[in-house]
């Protein structure tokens, strides 16, 4: 009998053990990660609440105080280097005037603004702090569709929250109403993000940043599914345009662009619908005058195929103006190479197909 019950609870032990998943990394890479994702808050200071009582940021703020000023936001960010350099999304200052960094430990620390970069909704901010933890870059181009993420951030009041999932999908677009990017060119994932988490990591498997979480869709406001997040490529752009010219420098063709789909692509006698159809460009910018014309659609950009609009937006925002970059286009059937020089982006809006809605609903502070 006593055998019997040794042999019982062997069995079971090793049923347990059965039972728990092997480690896949993920727990690694969460706890490297963590300590760098910080606690982003915006607060109006009381002197712009008297200049301006009424004014419609005022009369909308929530009913927080801290005795320095009234708190406009609370979400993510996301330390990338060692002397205290925090990236977020712009969205997330939301008109305030004072920010406030709380770190993993506790610790709080006043940030000061360096700089916006708009076209692509990042904001880069400074804390002065000793013995910080940073995030390493990662390059998204390496994860593959269906590769699992983890996404770190301060969802509903939560810190330190960990979610994962998988990479859903590369160089989406969404809705003029739901971003304040004008890039438009965002990587999806499952991993669950909800309010609190704008301007929170979305990191592969080695714990090092692949994306900048800034927005959902969802019919209620809460995660249903589907996140969003910068590239990796846009945000250490804005990172180091700001730190060495004051603004971000995105390159820019001067045209609106859309995806093509199989209808155009025999409408106009291209060989594939696998490119980018040119809309509309401006005359005599960089690429109208580097040839391209409406309704051509650009396949390659140098030795890159282009299958989407926001790919292309995202390539071209991460050059330099002044950058050459060569064009392979078809038009009516007959395939060019053309040579451009990038201009830089001023983030002409005559040229969007809308303008941003100011109520940005599923955009989560």
Do not use: W
């Amino acid at each position: 009998m006593k055998n019997l019950f040794i042999y019982s609870f062997l069995m079971l032990s090793l049923t347990l053990r059965a039972q728990v998943p092997a480690n896949n990394g993920l727990s690694t890479a969460a706890a490297r990660a963590l300590p760098a994702v910080v606690i982003v808050q915006s607060f109006l200071s009381d002197s712009i609440l008297t200049v301006r009582p009424q004014s419609p940021l005022v009369k909308t703020l929530p009913k927080i105080n801290n005795g320095s000023g009234k708190l406009v936001a609370s979400a993510s960010g996301v330390i990338i280097s060692t002397d205290g350099y925090i990236i977020t999304n712009a969205h997330v200052l939301a008109g305030g005037d004072s920010l406030n960094i709380i770190l993993q430990n506790r610790r709080s620390y006043r940030a000061n603004l360096i700089g916006t970069d708009d076209q692509a909704d990042l904001a880069l901010l400074k804390i002065t702090a000793p013995g910080l933890s940073y995030i390493e870059r990662g390059d998204p181009g390496t994860v593959a569709i269906g590769d699992e993420v983890l996404a770190i951030g301060n969802p509903l009041e939560l810190t330190s929250t960990v979610t994962a999932g998988i990479l859903s999908a590369r160089y989406r677009s969404i809705d003029d109403d739901l971003t304040l990017s004008t890039v438009n060119s965002f990587l999806q994932t499952d991993a669950a993000i909800n309010e609190g988490m704008s301007g929170s990591a979305l990191l592969n498997r080695h714990g090092q940043l692949i994306g900048l979480n800034a927005a959902i869709i969802s019919p209620s406001g809460t995660f249903a599914g589907y996140g969003f997040a910068i590239p990796a490529p846009l945000i250490y752009k804005a990172y180091h345009d700001l730190l060495m010219y004051g603004r971000v420098r995105h390159g820019c063709l001067e045209g609106t662009f859309t995806d093509l789909d199989d209808a155009q692509a025999r409408r106009l006698g291209a060989s594939t619908p696998n490119g980018v159809l040119v809309e509309k460009l401006i005359k005599d910018g960089a690429g109208y005058n580097a040839g391209l014309r409406k309704n051509d659609v650009i396949t390659l950009i140098g030795q890159q195929p282009v299958h989407f609009a926001a790919q292309l937006r995202e390539i071209i925002a991460v050059r330099d103006p002044g950058d050459r970059l060569v064009l392979t286009v078809e038009r009516a059937g007959v395939m060019l190479t053309l040579t451009t020089i990038l201009s830089e982006n001023n983030d002409r809006r005559d040229l969007a197909k809308g303008t941003h809605s100011p109520g940005l609903k599923q955009v989560q502070h």
